[in-house]
T-cell receptor, first 114, second 112 residues
Framework: ETGVTQSPTHLIKTRGQQVTLRCSSQ?????VSWYQQALGQGPQFIFQ???????GRGNFPPRFSGLQFPNYSSELNVNALELDDSALYLC?????????????FGSGTQLSVL | GDSVTQMEGPVTLSEEAFLTINCTYT??????LFWYVQYPGEGLQLLLK?????DKGSNKGFEATYRKETTSFHLEKGSVQVSDSAVYFC???????????FGDGTTLTVKP
């Protein structure tokens, strides 16, 4: 089975720009969650998508948005980037209904906002 | 809201030493509890989990017991190896909210 893959691995943007991060979930997984991990901290939940619908959201502003596609891959979009958005963005997939508690993480996208 | 508190690191041990990393949590309902490990340059990997009170999760010599009375899920290993050097994250899953809440991680360095 293929694992969770994220692209790009690294990205540099300037304040005010927009960014799109991509995630391919593990084969057969229908649920994707996105997390933000600042340096020295644990991952913070951004939102989760299940069958193309947002299925829970953390304490992040609306300029963080997402999509899930019919093949269960996903995008995270961040508008009007701020310096504090610099972090490692992690995507995790899981299978709703069976083993849903086990998250499979990608290696992340390291975003730097200058 | 839900929260997870881990013992602060970094933790440095000699090979074959005993390891304990403390984790306590606050949550509504009956969360599932997890330990994840993050090796340098890699994503998080599930190490072990426990889904109800008094359950013991174990994997690769690591163990943790779900203690509801003390709201704790401490990670232990009897004899650490250099290859165990990594960042360890305690986490809970609130099944009602569908999201996982993570602690800030504890960096473990094991020296030969």
């Amino acid at each position: 089975e293929t694992g969770v893959t994220q692209s790009p691995t690294h990205l540099i943007k300037t304040r005010g720009q927009q960014v799109t991060l991509r995630c391919s979930s593990q084969s057969g997984h229908n649920t994707v969650s996105w997390y933000q991990q600042a340096l020295g901290q644990g991952p913070q939940f951004i939102f989760q998508y299940y069958r193309e619908e947002e299925n829970g959201r953390g304490n992040f502003p609306p300029r963080f948005s997402g999509l899930q596609f019919p093949n269960y891959s996903s995008e995270l979009n961040v508008n009007a980037l701020e310096l504090d958005d610099s972090a490692l963005y992690l995507c995790a997939s899981s299978l709703e209904g069976q083993g849903r508690e086990k998250l499979f993480f990608g290696s992340g996208t390291q975003l730097s906002v200058l | 809201g839900d929260s997870v508190t881990q013992m602060e690191g970094p933790v440095t041990l000699s090979e074959e030493a005993f390891l304990t990393i403390n984790c306590t949590y606050t949550a509504t309902g009956y969360p599932s509890l997890f330990w994840y490990v993050q090796y340098p340059g890699e994503g998080l990997q599930l190490l072990l989990k426990a889904t109800k009170a008094d359950d013991k999760g174990s994997n690769k010599g690591f163990e943790a017991t779900y203690r509801k009375e003390t709201t704790s899920f401490h990670l232990e290993k009897g004899s650490v190896q250099v290859s165990d050097s990594a960042v360890y994250f305690c986490a809970l899953l609130n099944t009602n909210a569908g999201k996982s809440t993570f602690g800030d991680g504890t960096t473990l360095t094991v020296k030969p």
